[in-house]
């Protein structure tokens, strides 16, 4: 079972920019795929954003598509995103997930949650 800790959440204008990490802790047969999920007050949680374990393919719920970035760094075992132009609605509990694969990233299943980190964007 792989542990995860998110950090870098905060409070940010509209238009300003945050990056979210996720550092991955504990022992797996393989590196794992890696996403983020964000729960907005009120609403489901919904998918953000996926990367494969070695960093080759990625995919991007289409509400953030050109505005988020993921990204990862495996000999730190972190994962990243990159939050650019924020507005109110990006407001959210941001959570890293680590599953066998980018389907079941994608998916929400078969995996690992972090314990969230909170994004405020103040108009």
């Known amino acids: 079972q792989v542990q995860l800790v998110e950090s870098g959440g905060g409070l940010v204008q509209v238009g300003g920019s945050l990056r979210l990490s996720c550092a991955t802790a504990g022992r797996t047969r393989t590196t794992p795929a890696m996403g983020w999920f964000r729960q907005a007050p009120g609403k489901e949680r919904e998918f953000v954003a996926a990367?494969?374990?070695?960093?080759?393919?990625?995919t991007y719920a289409d509400s953030v598509k050109g505005q988020f970035t993921i990204s990862r760094d495996n000999a730190k075992n972190t994962v990243y995103l990159q939050m650019n132009s924020l507005r109110p609605e990006d407001t959210a509990v941001y959570y890293c997930y680590a599953a066998p694969k980018l389907a079941a990233v994608v998916a929400g299943t078969s995996g690992s949650w972090g314990q969230g980190t909170q994004v405020t964007v103040s108009s």
């Open positions: 990367i494969s374990w070695n960093g080759g393919s990625t």
